[in-house]
């Protein structure tokens, strides 16, 4: 049987916010990753200024990272254990959280031209 396409039932928004977190854990200086756990940390997410927000070397429209400062977005990652609050600043996304298949990762990702 084929795996389920989104089998948590995140919504488009969560979806969203996970699929650019895990843009954000692979992103050198911006994410640690414990080898051990498979946990990354992100030791700060990204402010909109202006249309746009800068997700590592890309550009995204501020409207698709909202979810990053939607506290209900992050309690439903955290709930499904695809997140992990560490403080205001940081969140860890657990190895389930790294893995999971938003089906959005390069959706709404360009290239940033500056």
């Known amino acids: 049987m084929p795996v389920k396409k989104n089998p948590l039932r995140l919504n488009k928004l969560q979806l969203r916010t996970l699929a650019l977190a895990q843009v954000l854990a692979g992103q050198e200086g911006i994410a ?19 249309t746009h927000v800068h997700i590592g070397p890309f550009v995204v429209s501020s409207r698709d990272a909202s979810g990053f400062s939607n506290p209900a977005v992050w309690r439903v990652l955290i709930r499904k254990e695809l997140a992990r609050m560490d403080d205001i600043m940081s969140v860890t996304l657990t190895a389930d959280g790294v893995s999971y298949d938003t089906g959005m990762s390069d959706r709404f990702i360009a290239p940033s031209d500056h």
């Not at 640690?32 to 202006?50: F, M, Q, S, W, Y």
């Open 32 to 50: 640690t990753k414990d080898e051990a756990t498979g946990n990354v940390t992100i030791h700060h997410l990204p402010r909109a200024h202006g």
